[in-house]
């Protein structure tokens, strides 16, 4: 069995200094899926005529997403979050077992820039990847990014 720990979700509201906003079919059956994925519906906001035109949620801090109503453009959005750490092997077979029709989930998968990703595409065509740092290989990582050029701080 493994162990998660995974933070608390800050239910406060404060500036965020980034989130993403999907444009969704159907608001109801996109939250369940975000649910699903671990976000709590912080708010549902209604129009004037009283029906829901904005639900917010959040993940974690800083981990926000704006779902509206409207025609998604399938493939225009993909965000990546850090895991926090989720055992991604158990939010994988959570979102498998997830009875959304169009809902897609990958992983978890090892990329060559030692993380594990779990991406879900949820059924409007909106992409998150979850993402963590392979622990066992954080040595090797260091190794990697040493061979980076750039600017930023950590370079050898």
């Not at 779902?67 to 965000?79: D, K, N, Q, R, W």
């Not at 992983?107 to 992409?127: C, E, H, M, Q, S």
């Given at each position: 069995?493994?162990?998660?720990?995974?933070?608390?979700?800050?239910?406060?509201?404060?500036?965020?200094?980034?989130?993403?906003?999907?444009?969704?079919?159907?608001?109801?059956?996109?939250?369940?899926?975000?649910?699903?994925?671990?976000?709590?519906?912080?708010?549902?906001?209604?129009?004037?005529?009283?029906?829901?035109?904005?639900?917010?949620?959040?993940?974690?801090?800083?981990?926000?997403?704006?779902?509206?109503?409207?025609?998604?453009?399938?493939?225009s959005t993909t965000v990546t979050f850090a895991a926090g750490g989720a055992d991604l092997t158990a939010l994988a077979t959570t979102l498998g077992e997830?009875?959304?029709?169009?809902?897609?989930?990958?992983?978890?998968?090892?990329?060559?820039?030692?993380?594990?990703?779990?991406?879900?595409?949820?059924?409007?065509?909106?992409?998150?990847?979850?993402?963590?740092?392979?622990?066992?290989?954080?040595?090797?990582?260091?190794?990697?990014?040493?061979?980076?050029?750039?600017?930023?701080?950590?370079?050898?």
């Amino acid at each position: 069995m493994s162990e998660t720990t995974e933070p608390a979700i800050d239910r406060t509201i404060y500036p965020m200094p980034m989130f993403a906003t999907f444009r969704v079919r159907d608001l109801a059956a996109a939250t369940a899926c975000y649910q699903a994925a671990g976000f709590i519906a912080l708010a549902t906001i209604p129009g004037t005529d009283g029906t829901p035109v904005l639900v917010h949620l959040r993940r974690m801090k800083y981990q926000d997403l704006l779902l509206v109503p409207g025609e998604p453009a399938p493939g225009s959005t993909t965000v990546t979050f850090a895991a926090g750490g989720a055992d991604l092997t158990a939010l994988a077979t959570t979102l498998g077992e997830c009875d959304l029709p169009g809902l897609g989930v990958e992983g978890p998968a090892d990329t060559a820039w030692y993380t594990t990703d779990v991406t879900l595409d949820d059924p409007d065509g909106n992409r998150v990847t979850f993402t963590a740092p392979r622990e066992a290989e954080l040595d090797r990582a260091k190794e990697w990014a040493a061979t980076f050029e750039g600017d930023w701080v950590g370079k050898n």
